[in-house]
């Protein structure tokens, strides 16, 4: 989980830092050639401290450059707390809402990012004797949209519902695994409940 105090939010170059050393985990380089941004000269300073550089190859990139935030307007703190929601789960019409930001497009990337994730994660067998399995249900789905029209009320929230939660009635299931002697965690949405891991 990502977490920072409200001053270092606030703190442009902090943030720019954090989001290379995640972005960049083996160093800023260039996203055509590969060479260090070491090796390159600034080429425009105008959104510092998010630097425009000139690669010798000729291409001008920066930080977000080849990543899922290129060409985002975005300063780097309101990315840092874009993030930051995600990860605790702050719904996206709240989050829009505190950020200012399109809801619709915040959705999108809140999706694409999930999307990544979900690919990135691994489905070997915990290699610990001894593992832990335990569930949730995790709320989710239409609760922050306001619905004005008495013909078309809000859906029954889940925890209201008799019985366990579904994808279809916005409380899917997640099922954490943890092994005993290593404390690695495998975390599985289960959109429905025929689904296999």
């Known amino acids: 989980m990502i977490r920072f105090s409200t001053v270092e939010l606030m703190d442009e170059q902090k943030c720019y830092d954090y989001l290379v050393e995640i972005l960049h985990p083996n160093g800023l380089c260039c996203p055509e050639c590969d060479t260090p941004v070491e090796q390159s000269k600034v080429h425009r300073r105008d959104r510092a401290p998010v630097l425009y550089v000139r690669c010798s190859c000729g291409r001008i990139y920066n930080a977000f450059s080849g990543t899922l935030w290129q060409g985002t307007h975005h300063s780097c703190c309101v990315i840092v707390r874009i993030l930051q929601g995600f990860a605790q789960g702050t719904p996206t019409f709240h ?6 930001v399109d809801r619709k497009h915040l959705l999108e990337r809140r999706h694409k ?11 070997e067998p915990l290699a610990d004797e001894v593992v832990e399995v335990d569930e949730m249900y995790q709320n989710a789905g239409e609760k922050g949209i306001l619905h004005l029209d008495p013909e078309d009320p809000p859906r029954q929230r889940a925890n209201k519902a008799r019985g366990h939660g579904t994808w279809d009635t916005d409380r899917p299931p997640v099922q954490g695994i943890i092994g005993r002697e290593s404390g690695h965690v495998h975390i599985i949405v289960k959109k429905t409940a025929q689904e296999k891991t």
């Not at 989050?95 to 200012?100: D, I, S, T």
């Open 113 to 123: 990012i999930q999307e990544l994730a979900a690919q990135a994660c691994t489905r």
């Open 95 to 100: 989050l829009a809402k505190e950020l200012g």
